[in-house]
């Protein structure tokens, strides 16, 4: 059995492909044919400067991935042949000993200091095959989904996982309540759709530029979600967004860039909860950005809450799938369209195409070989 692996050869380079023949399976393992990777932001950072996570070159990337289970391995009992399945980014560490990534672990993975995420550590799915080992598989986020469920569907549970853990850390804070998100890309379109499937009373959605402002408004918008620009006077409409309320509820900082962290933090009120969701990052680490807190009069006069989610656990991973599976994004098509599907053939393009400013999901189908 042979795998066709596109590989990332430096950062700033292009692909190449190479045929890899697979090992046989082994007790516990699962052979995967992989059908849709959709890009995240990480994969174009990692194409144009790489990231220190990734040690060795040329890379295995891509992590937003949907397969069919080809073949199981002795003792395998959760999965069978033909099924559909959708993986998380952040994996066990494979210690099957580890409090947070073991069998009798957390599951909180992004805590562990040996924590790896595929497309990073472990190889991603840039690749027509591959054979997951007995600890990802017994341990790992891999959720299966109904016979005939759509592909293209099941590649976004990782995204969709990482926008929920931002915004159930705290109890209460979307339903009935006014939302702000810092950012119009894929990752404010998620939490829109979960936002309103999650009850939001208001949903206010903020973005310098206005093709993919119109574009999401346009597609995803209903009668309690409205757009501002983000120019000089953003802090000022944004409050005047919220009335009757003085101020949001939950903000959440899907720009990664040092302003959508200064303008957040301008959006603070009382009891506002913000989610500092999109890191800065690139190939010289996390740069640092200061900011001064009053502990007394702003975390408990003002009872605000100032959290950060990056990555996804279980928790995530099983909301996802429920909203998935459960028809509760029923617009979740349209963040992809003709000029955002791309071959395997084709991946730097589909990441150069993730990287324009109107676009949201760019997803590679690997049945177009």
């Known amino acids: 059995m042979f795998s066709t692996s596109y590989l990332l050869d430096k950062p700033g380079g292009t692909f190449r492909t190479e045929r890899i023949e697979l090992p046989s399976l082994k007790r516990g393992e699962i052979l995967l044919r992989t ?30 991935v949907s397969a069919t289970v080809e073949a199981v391995g002795e003792g395998v009992t959760k999965f069978e042949t033909g099924d559909l399945v959708g993986i998380g980014c952040d994996i066990p560490c494979g210690d099957r000993a580890c409090i947070y990534c073991g069998d009798e672990g957390t599951g909180d993975w992004t805590c562990c200091p040996n924590t790896q995420a595929t497309g990073h550590e472990f190889a991603g ?9 007995d600890w990802f598989v ?36 979307i339903a009935n309540r006014v939302v702000v998100l810092i950012g119009a890309g894929s990752q404010s379109t998620y939490a829109l759709q979960c936002a309103q499937a999650m009850g939001a009373g208001k949903i206010i959605l903020v973005n310098r530029g206005a093709e993919r402002l119109e574009r999401v408004l346009r597609d995803f918008g209903d009668e309690r979600v409205v757009g501002v620009r983000w120019d000089e006077n953003v802090v000022e409409r944004v409050f005047s967004e919220c009335r009757p309320f003085n101020e949001p509820h939950f903000v959440m900082m899907n720009a ?15 009891g506002t909860v913000l989610d500092a969701h999109a890191g800065v990052k690139g190939a010289g680490g996390k740069p640092r950005i200061a900011h001064e807190v009053d502990l007394n009069n702003d975390i408990h006069y003002k009872l605000q809450c100032l959290q950060a989610t990056h990555g996804s656990s279980m928790h995530g991973i099983r909301m996802a799938h429920e909203l998935l599976v459960g028809g509760k994004l029923p617009k979740l098509g349209l963040m ?6 791309f071959g395997p053939d084709q991946i730097l393009e589909a990441i150069k195409r993730a990287d324009d400013k109107d676009s949201l999901k760019v997803i590679v189908n690997f049945d177009n070989l």
């Open 138 to 173: 017994e341990l790992g986020p891999i959720m299966k989904f109904p016979k005939g469920f759509d592909p293209d569907h099941a590649c976004q549970l990782e995204p969709l996982a990482c926008c929920l853990e931002g915004m159930t850390r705290v109890n209460n804070c």
């Open 336 to 341: 992809t369209n003709a000029s955002e599907r």
């Open 125 to 133: 799915f840039a690749r027509t095959h591959a054979v997951l080992p």
């Open 256 to 270: 990664p860039a040092r302003e959508g962290y200064e303008l957040s933090v301008k959006l603070l009120g009382y």
């Open 35 to 64: 059908r849709r990777v959709s890009v995240c932001q990480s994969d174009v950072v990692i194409q144009r400067v790489g990231l220190p996570r990734i040690k060795s070159w040329p890379a295995v990337i891509l992590h937003e």
